[in-house]
């Protein structure tokens, strides 16, 4: 019996559009080798030139028309015309917040044939899941600004933690930390100096701890994360913070993994009541948009996270062996990864591979 999933792919902007295209094409090549699961794809052309055409980035009812799919598979969105306040509060957040996507899933991993700039750091030295709440805390969009324009012009940004919020991307990570081989957890506040919201983090974590007491599980302040990623990375497994901390935690993940053109990630709805949605990390990167040269492999990877989300396992280690067969060679580094390869050889070399027998 053939499996039937209804994705929504957002291509967005810049390389968004590149890297999706190319994505679309290795999941057919997939589900062709497989033939357990069909993907009946509907692209939505929201994003940047939407904006400049008609002042939104997707239709009023935008979300809910997402509400219907399985996933979600998104490319980039930003414009180097476009304020980034005003593209990211018009279509990505407003999507993850809407749908309560509140667990951002960023795996980091240093793959085959990939050099961390770490020295003396190597495949897996450094195996990684970063989990960011994505729901409220600094990213909440609560705050405003007055007199503007005065000396005395005044702006808040708010971070809000809740209860709610906090426990249920507390309970999220110490799963996820116990379904790893290692059973490892670090929570990162930054609550020395951050008196209120991140001690009721360090509260919470003790309280959701309890229930898994297969885990080990440690403190970090977000300032003495970064030495222990840059100068101790085996010690670490399984990661939570902050939406801010983390989004910066990951970049330095990425880079530290060897490039922000590989790194995926995964915006969860973990109870099923809406669709998760699934993008690579790098962004529009208008400089090298259109030129064809964009490292497709992020959007690959997260093309798999998207099918291990929907069930389909073997379909998605099936994609990551491919990918680790193209990255482990040389000739198919794109230039991000010091390499010539376009994003079509990366492509047409990853469906060759997935055409091949098993
Ligand atoms: C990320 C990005 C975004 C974020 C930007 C584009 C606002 O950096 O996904 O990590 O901070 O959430
Ligand atoms: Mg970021």
Redesign the pocket.
Known sequence: MTRNYRIAAIPGDGIGVEVIDASLEVLTALSQRTNTFHLDVTRFDWGSDRYRRTGTFMPDDGVDQLRAFDAILFGAV?APDVP?HVS?WGLRLAICQRLDQFANVRPTRILPGIKSPLSGVAKGDLDWVIVRENSEGE?SGQGGRSHRGQPHEVATEVSIFTRTGVTRIMRFAFELASSRPRKKLTVVTKSNAQRHGLVLWDEIAAEVAQEFPDVTWDKMLVDAMTVRMVLHPKSLDTVVATNLHA?IL??LAAALAGSIGIAP?ANLNPTGAAPSMFEP?H?SAFDIAGKGIANPIAAFWTSAMMLDHLGERDAAEALMHAIMRATDDPTLHTPDLGGMATTHQVTSAICAMLAEPT
């Open positions: 930003g980034d990211l990213y989004d990951s970049d990630t990390i962004g």
